[in-house]
């Protein structure tokens, strides 16, 4: 198992837990984990950038749509609320990735 999947799986971890106990600077640890994801991930095929930045806004619409349900709801929408901050940061990881390449490349 690489780095990245570990991350990538710590992340979603502190989203969950985060969604039931007050966690410390979870937002600062959940974007953080996000950028270092966002910038080491291997996403020199523009398909699969573009596959997490439709992820990333699709996440941020729908992310309180299960809220209305009782008792699961909640939990559902903190989860994926915690998600949504965690694949924006991607997404700002891979943009920057992106720039970087264009400004380097010419």
């Known amino acids: ?9 710590l992340g979603m971890a502190i989203a969950v837990v985060a969604a039931f106990v007050a966690v410390p600077e979870a937002v600062l640890i959940m974007t953080v984990l996000g950028l270092i994801v966002g910038v080491m991930g291997d996403m020199e095929d523009s398909s699969n ?10 996440l941020a619409s729908v992310s309180g749509a299960a809220g209305p349900l009782p008792v699961i709801g909640g939990p559902i929408s903190d989860i994926m609320g915690n998600m949504s901050t965690i694949l924006n940061a991607v997404a700002l990881g891979l943009i920057l990735n992106a720039t970087k390449e264009r400004v380097m490349n010419g």
């Open 49 to 58: 950038r573009v596959y997490w930045l439709v992820l990333a806004v699709a």
């Open 1 to 9: 198992m690489g780095a990245l999947k570990i991350l990538r799986l």
